[in-house]
């Protein structure tokens, strides 16, 4: 969520409003805090906004009770932080329950601002969807986010699907609800030289290269990938699998796929870096745990759909992101947990270079038509524009 809120605050603070943001320090998926100071409180300028981060308890294995703890650490902070009288305040969830507490100091502070929920993850539908937890947990995270969000005075989603889950199952009023699209956070594609990047990876020309890019957690499922990887191996196909980035599960990921040749780890990258590695592969690839079908919207799916190269989808087929895929036109789904499926679509888009050129070609359209970044801050600067006004009378 890191890049949505800062660009996000960046872009407020450029159309002339008063902007101060109270977050922690960068440490996600590593779950280290990154950075050269790590006090515990640092305040700094930031393209023209006005930051205050806030050290809190950080686990290094975020499971469980640990990362609850966490986010209630955070939360804790901020009803202590200085907010500097502000006339609206936007809460971004995940995290919940840091978002809770900041909502409790908002509601029975002498000042009462308007207070928003940017929801980018719903923890009730992920508990369901992953089955984690019990009945118990399921009933009380529900009863958390319903209460949350229905204390908020806008709710702001960044899909349709959700809008329907806080309005149908949460009780939050359909007239308190804005749908705002994620945008691509990334700057322009830098030129690349394809060849120079295949090679500093290690990626033979006769290869098709399939990059999942990001979090290595539970609800990727990335089991799946590997298991594809081994059956291409054993069948000498000419695919790689690379997973790139950081997560929990990683090491368990590497352990498990230690003896599978065509599969390959990389470390995260910097932004251009990042952005080369996308359009140096061959397919992009989104792989859900299978049950996980509304809990969220990839964000990956933005920088994919900059990058030109087709996406392949494992997921649930009647899920959030397979509907994502068959809107932008821009990439092929299958079922989740079928390793063989997505061997072969990967052979498939392999064998025919024309059609995936022509799906790379739907995402960097659908990416400037609907995900533009411009569009969608003055989409959401309207809603709090509308929100300060109402404050003030």
């Given amino acids: 969520m890191a890049p949505y809120a800062g660009s996000f605050a960046s872009g407020l603070a450029g159309r002339g409003i008063d902007v101060h943001v109270l977050t922690t320090y960068p440490h996600y998926p590593d779950w280290r805090f990154r950075g050269p100071l790590v006090?515990?409180?640092?305040?700094?300028?930031?393209?023209?906004?006005?930051?205050?981060?806030?050290?809190?308890?950080?686990?290094?294995?975020?499971?469980?009770?640990?990362?609850?703890?966490?986010?209630?650490?955070?939360?804790?902070?901020?009803?202590?932080?200085?907010?500097?009288?502000?006339?609206?305040?936007?809460?971004?969830?995940?995290?919940?329950?840091?978002?809770?507490?900041?909502?409790?100091?908002?509601?029975?502070?002498?000042?009462?601002?308007?207070?928003?929920?940017?929801?980018?993850?719903?923890?009730?539908?992920?508990?369901?969807?992953?089955?984690?937890?019990?009945?118990?947990?399921?009933?009380?995270?529900?009863?958390?986010?319903?209460m949350t969000l229905r204390a908020a005075s806008r709710v702001v989603v960044i899909h349709s699907r959700f809008a329907a889950y806080v309005t149908d199952e949460l009780g939050v009023d359909a007239d308190r609800v804005d749908v705002v699209r994620n945008w691509t956070h990334l700057g322009p594609t830098p030129t690349i030289d394809v060849g120079e990047v295949r090679n500093r990876h290690g990626w033979t020309p006769g290869e098709t290269v399939v990059l999942h890019a990001g979090n290595m957690g539970v609800k990727q499922g990335l089991e799946n990938v590997i298991d594809a990887a081994r059956l291409a191996s054993e069948r000498s196909l000419p695919l790689k699998f690379v997973l790139l980035g950081n997560g929990n599960q990683r090491a368990a990921l590497e352990e498990y796929g230690r003896d599978v040749d065509g599969l390959q780890f990389l470390s995260s990258l910097d932004d251009v870096g990042f952005q080369s590695a996308l359009g140096s592969a061959d397919i992009l690839l989104v792989n859900e745990k299978p049950g996980v079908s509304e809990m969220a919207v990839p964000s990956k799916l933005t920088s994919y759909f900059s990058s030109g190269r087709p996406v392949v989808a494992a997921t649930d087929l009647s899920g959030v992101t397979a509907e994502e895929i068959r809107a932008s036109v821009a990439g092929m789904v299958v079922q989740a947990g079928d390793p063989q499926a997505l061997v072969d679509v990967c052979l498939q888009l392999r064998e025919d270079p024309e059609q995936a050129s022509v799906l790379g070609a739907n995402g960097q359209r659908y990416r400037k038509d609907v995900l533009g970044q411009e569009p969608g801050i003055d989409l959401f600067a309207g809603i709090l524009r509308t929100m300060a006004s109402r404050q003030r009378r």
Avoid at 48 to 69: D, N
């Fill in 39 to 146: 006090r515990w409180t640092h305040r700094e300028c930031v393209e023209g906004v006005a930051v205050t981060r806030l050290r809190h308890y950080l686990p290094s294995k975020p499971e469980g009770v640990r990362r609850l703890l966490s986010e209630i650490s955070f939360g804790a902070r901020l009803l202590a932080a200085n907010w500097s009288r502000p006339d609206v305040v936007v809460l971004v969830s995940p995290a919940l329950f840091s978002s809770a507490l900041a909502m409790l100091r908002a509601r029975f502070s002498p000042r009462k601002p308007a207070v928003t929920v940017w929801v980018q993850d719903l923890y009730s539908l992920g508990i369901r969807e992953m089955g984690s937890g019990g009945g118990t947990v399921a009933r009380a995270m529900r009863w958390m986010e319903s």
